[in-house]
C-alpha cells in the first residue's frame, strides 16, 4: 500500500510564497517522475511542474520563474517552492508520482493541499 501526503497550503497575499511537500510512504523499490498538478473551481487538472527521478524538470508557462520543484530520492518527497503568488495560482495543488512497488509501477496522487491567493 502506497499513501501520498501533502502539506504547506494555506492562505496568502499576491507576492508571497508557500512551500508545498508531498510524502511517499509504504512498499516502495524507487520513485521516478514526481509532479505537482493544480485544479481551479470548474476548471481542468493542470501540470504545474514535473521532476525526472535524474532531476530534469519542466514548468508549464504560468509558472516559470516563480515556482521551484525539487526532490529528495532518499525521503521519497517532492517539494514545490511557489514565490510571487498571484491570485490566478488559487486552485487544489495534487502531488502525483510515479511509483514502482514489487508488484508494477503505478501512479498515485496525493489528497490534495489547499492554496488560496488574496489580492
Known amino acids: 500500500q502506497v499513501q501520498l501526503v501533502e502539506s504547506g497550503g494555506g492562505l496568502v497575499q499576491a507576492g508571497g510564497s508557500l512551500r508545498l511537500s508531498c510524502i511517499a510512504s509504504?512498499?516502495?523499490?524507487?520513485?521516478?517522475?514526481m509532479g505537482w498538478y493544480r485544479q481551479a473551481p470548474g476548471k481542468q487538472r493542470d501540470m504545474v511542474a514535473t521532476i525526472t527521478r535524474g532531476g530534469s524538470t519542466n514548468y508549464a508557462d504560468s509558472v516559470k520563474g516563480r515556482f521551484t520543484i525539487s526532490r529528495d530520492n532518499a525521503k521519497n518527497t517532492v517539494y514545490l517552492q511557489m514565490n510571487v503568488l498571484k491570485p490566478e495560482d488559487t486552485a487544489v495543488y495534487y502531488c502525483?508520482?510515479?511509483?514502482?512497488?514489487?508488484?508494477?509501477?503505478?501512479?498515485?496522487w496525493g489528497q490534495g493541499t489547499q492554496v488560496t491567493v488574496s489580492s
Open positions: 502525483n508520482m510515479a511509483i514502482r512497488t514489487f508488484v508494477k509501477e503505478n501512479t498515485y
Open positions: 509504504g512498499s516502495i523499490w524507487w520513485i521516478n517522475d
